[in-house]
């Protein structure tokens, strides 16, 4: 697992002796680390310059035994895509604001390994966990979220009791895609999406997928439905992309389900001199920085990673400070238009 906490190999200051050092109580010292009500500037300064002084780190496992450790951990699907980081970003914001520590770890989307290390933070006794795009069923979900306060996002789920979840309308995001494609004229429009190992609803691609072919049926596009999967391997799509793009029987306009693929197939578009969007119109999905780029200028379905990422963290502090029910938040993405549509 990878976390944000690094021991030193040398011998571990205590608390006492920063207490001693600081010319302080251990309970003062504690409300500092705790981020207490009412501690004053000058004992924070003064405990947290002894508290660099003797390279104090507290240790987390020993203050789960007595209560809260100020910690919740991250499992991360996997951190290809750079919208992941846009999460991280708002997590990191609140939980620095609350004086709690974040521990991170990426599971890559395999079942066994992410619920290896959801077992570890529950032995770490860490406070809560927030789950990114997991690919583990509900039923191992419902069991851990019995152990530990849980949070997830990228995981439509809204009758779930033990656990909360955080997620944008990834339908309202593909109709909002499909529609604004027919706006401009376009009929012929294929969906490019990800092949799946397990086809679920709770899933954000097949809520993409079921957008798509609902806003085609409500367009009156029936006939145009194609759904074209892309592999999991990298080198697989980058093939499946250069043989879309040389074929000649290529749709009138793409939505694609993530930037991810949206944009290597809008570069290899311009290095085949094929004009976007005059002879093939293209949307993605998740507003990329690279996205607005000029060099791309994609237009791209925005899913609010940093307030999903800035909720996710809300829901766990509260889930952490005691409350029982569940709470789904679900945000309404937006379309952000540029030129490749």
Known sequence: MVDMIRQSSKQRSTISAVAEDAGVSRAAVSKVLNNAYGVSDALRQKVE???????????????????????????????????????????????????????????????????????????????????????????????????????????????????DTINCDDFAGAHLAVSALADRGYKDIT?????????????????????????????????????AYLPTEQLDRAQVIKEFVDSTKRPRAVFCWSDLDAVPLLDALRSARIAVPDDLALIGYDNSPISSLSLFDLTSVDQLGEEQGKASARAILSRIDGRQNAEHVLLQPKLVPRSSH
């Open 49 to 163: 310059a002894s508290i660099a002084k003797l390279d104090y780190r507290p240790s987390f496992a020993a203050r789960g035994m007595r209560g809260k450790t100020f910690t919740f951990g991250v499992l991360l699907g996997g951190i290809e895509n750079p919208f992941v980081s846009e999460i991280v970003r708002g997590i990191a914001s609140v939980a620095e604001q609350s004086g709690y520590k974040v521990v991170m770890a990426v599971g890559r989307y395999k079942n066994p390994l992410e619920s290896g290390l959801v077992e570890s933070m529950i032995d770490l006794r860490l406070d809560g966990v927030i789950l990114v795009a997991p690919r583990l069923p509900d039923e191992t979900l419902e069991r851990f979220a019995l152990q530990i306060p849980m949070v997830v996002i990228g995981h439509h789920q809204p009758k779930a009791e033990a656990f």
């Open 191 to 227: 969906m490019f999406s990800m092949a799946q190992p397990d086809i679920n609803n709770a899933n954000i691609i097949t809520k993409r997928e079921e957008g798509y072919a609902t806003a085609m049926k409500d367009l009156s596009l029936d006939a145009h439905v194609q759904i």
